[in-house]
Nanobody, 123 residues
Framework: QVQLVESGGGLVQAGGSLRLSCAAS????????KGWFRQAPGKEREFVAA????????YYADSVKGRFTISRDNAKNTVDLQMNSLKPEDTAVYYC????????????????WGRGTQVTVSS
């Protein structure tokens, strides 16, 4: 059974940091692009960051550029999202995803999804 499991969410004050991690099991995703998306209450799911299968290319939403960093470890089958200088508007459920067609801001391009981890940033 293929699973993506996110961890590392929690409550943090504005200006703080969190590191999310996503562990994959059931298959290897070494040749899959990985992405992070988020969904705030009452809003649609939105793209946060993506990384190519080799890690050489990364993409970020304008809202997180310069604050968030995506990275991956194919040996461990994990992808991380380091989040710094967090803002209350970053509050959302964060999802990791894996896609076989390359990194994309389009969530339809991802084949596998985790169940999400809650990130809450207090002001």
């Amino acid at each position: 059974q293929v699973q993506l499991v996110e961890s590392g969410g929690g409550l943090v004050q504005a200006g703080g940091s969190l590191r999310l991690s996503c562990a994959a099991s059931g298959r290897t995703f070494s040749y899959y692009a990985k992405g992070w998306f988020r969904q705030a209450p009452g809003k649609e799911r939105e793209f946060v960051a993506a990384i190519s299968w080799g890690g050489g290319s990364t993409y970020y939403a304008d809202s997180v550029k310069g604050r968030f960093t995506i990275s991956r470890d194919n040996a461990k089958n994990t992808v991380d999202l380091q989040m710094n200088s967090l803002k209350p508007e970053d509050t959302a459920v964060y999802y990791c995803a894996a896609g076989s067609t390359g990194p994309s801001i389009d969530d339809h391009r991802y084949n596998y999804w985790g169940r999400g981890t809650q990130v809450t940033v207090s002001s």
